[in-house]
């Protein structure tokens, strides 16, 4: 049994309603799941974003540094979680994610545009990130059908561009 919790969590707890990370630390006082399993209802249509400080066009080269602006989209149906600030320093020894942008649509459609809305209204400055990349993932026609595998980057030429 893997007793951590996946940095994916932010989607079951979308679909669900179910804050994950509480019911963990209550299993871990001993007490029992406040829900049957039977009681899970899915509803709706998450995608998760893992922003990078990174270098999509360099082979996804780490770029640590001073992050001068940093603003958090917000709104119905999204979520964001990050340690970064305006003025945080993202070291070089640590893995480079600094942020995860999560949507929850009715469907999959309505995902994506809350997402694409999002990193609209996102702003981080200073450091190379993967936002844009996301932006042009979020805008293909197979992601929105679900055509995705292992090799998307790579069939879709969105390291070439």
């Known amino acids: 049994m893997n007793t951590r919790i996946q940095v994916e969590h932010p989607v079951t707890e979308m679909v669900t309603g179910i804050d994950l990370v509480k ?28 922003i990078n400080a990174e270098n999509p066009e ?8 001073k992050v001068t ?3 958090v989209p917000g709104g119905p149906g999204i979520r964001v979680e990050s340690h970064i ?9 640590y893995d480079s994610m600094i942020a995860k942008v999560i949507s929850l649509g009715v469907d999959r459609s309505e995902a994506i545009i809350k997402l694409q809305r999002a990193l609209r209204e996102m702003i981080i400055e200073g450091v190379e990130t993967t936002a844009s990349l996301h932006k042009k993932i979020l805008s293909n026609e197979n992601f929105a059908n679900g055509n995705v ?4 980057l790579q069939k879709n030429d969105f390291l070439n561009k």
Not at 26 to 43: C, N, P, V, Y
Not at 58 to 65: L, T
């Open 23 to 50: 019911e963990q630390i209550k299993l871990a006082a001993g007490e029992k799941l406040s829900f049957d399993s039977e009681d899970i209802q899915m509803r709706g249509h998450a995608i998760e974003l893992r």
């Open 58 to 65: 360099k082979d996804f080269m780490p770029c640590p540094g």
């Open 69 to 71: 602006q940093f603003v």
């Open 85 to 93: 600030y305006s003025g945080y320093t993202i070291p070089p020894y």
């Open 149 to 152: 595998g292992t090799d998307f």
